[in-house]
C-alpha cells in the first residue's frame, strides 16, 4: 500500500444468518462501510474477488514531530 497507494480487502463468511449468509453479502457490506468512512471502493460483486481502495496516501511522522 505504501508504495502503490492501493489496499486490497478479502473476505468471506462463517455465518448461516440470512443477512451474512453468502460472501457476496459480506462484500457488499464490507463496500457499504467503506463507502460510509470516504474511501470509494472498486468491486465487480463477484465473492471471489477482492475489494480494492485506491488512491490512499500514508503518511508517518518525523522523527522531529514525535517530541
Known amino acids: 500500500m ?3 497507494g492501493e489496499l486490497l480487502f478479502g473476505f468471506g463468511t462463517m ?13 457488499e457490506q464490507l463496500v457499504d462501510a467503506l ?3 470516504g474511501f470509494n471502493p472498486t ?6 474477488a477482492r475489494v480494492l481502495c485506491e488512491g490512499l496516501v500514508v503518511e508517518y511522522p518525523l522523527a ?4
Open 15 to 27: 455465518k448461516t444468518d440470512d443477512a451474512l449468509g453468502t460472501a457476496a453479502a459480506v462484500g
Open 35 to 37: 463507502r460510509a468512512v
Open 2 to 4: 505504501i508504495h502503490t
Open 43 to 48: 468491486w465487480d460483486g463477484n465473492p471471489d
Open 64 to 67: 522531529d514531530d514525535l517530541r
